[in-house]
């Protein structure tokens, strides 16, 4: 096995057929004659694996996620126009992100305390 990086994210594993000629579980892998073989993994692969194991174990849990999680993340994507992010770079991104996140945390407050609710706090807190 020869295992090379071709991203920050992705590995690429070289397998040559005769390792793995006598394998049980051969065919659910490839149905490949050739030498080597290829398999491309995202290197946090077993972390999906894991988490689908766990929601077939406990599918109420994606029930709740559903109902907490899912909810902010669409209706930011829906202001967003459902499009691309406007920036480049992990450091845009986030601060991209973080702005939007930080007006929809802003209209929901407005939405639970009023205008008025909210300036009252505001000035409460700060001060």
Partial sequence: I?????????????????ACRDCK??????????????IRRWVHEILTEEMLQKLKNEPELMLHRK??????????KLWMGATHLLTR???SVGTEISLHVLAYN???MITIMGVNGLSKAIRVALP
Wanted: glycine share 4%.
């Fill in 25 to 38: 579980i051969r065919s659910q892998c490839t149905n490949s004659k050739k030498d080597p073989r290829r």
């Fill in 2 to 18: 020869n295992i090379s990086k071709l991203s920050e994210f992705i590995r690429e594993l070289h397998l040559i057929n005769k």
């Fill in 89 to 91: 770079g992990l450091k």
């Fill in 106 to 108: 802003f209209r929901r």
């Fill in 67 to 76: 109902q907490t999680v899912e909810h902010p993340f669409g209706t930011i």
